[in-house]
Nanobody, 122 residues
């Protein structure tokens, strides 16, 4: 399974951005898909995830601002980010898991895409 992330870039505080991630290969083995982020000098942290059946979870600091969704084919996951803050600045990674349960630990995810930079200017 390969994950290809896109989107992000430079955004002003209060603005919006959308990330996309497309899974290819043996996509039938992927159930939950999610987003993690890593800021310089910090550990990779969970942002949001969604299962194939539509269940989702968010880290507290993004609830009400970010929305994760899945495309109709279930092979694409989106992260709509609104009311962005400078502290949201990080490299965002798409991840895929073979299980239905949504985990927040990165080691629970088997598949990873390349990171995409999101920079929020104040």
């Amino acid at each position: 399974v390969q994950l290809q992330a896109s989107g992000g870039g430079l955004v002003q505080a209060g603005g919006s951005s959308r990330l996309s991630c497309v899974a290819s290969g043996r996509v039938g083995s992927v159930d939950s898909m999610g987003w993690f982020r890593q800021a310089p000098g910090k550990e990779r942290e969970f942002v949001a995830a969604i299962s194939r059946s539509g269940g989702s979870a968010y880290r507290d600091s993004v609830k009400g601002r970010f929305t994760i969704s899945r495309g109709s084919t279930k092979n694409t996951v989106y992260l709509e980010m609104n009311s962005l803050k400078p502290e949201d600045t990080a490299v965002y990674y798409c991840a895929g898991s073979q299980v239905h349960i949504i985990y927040q630990q990165p080691e629970r995810y088997r598949y990873w895409g390349q990171g995409t930079q999101v920079t929020v200017s104040s």
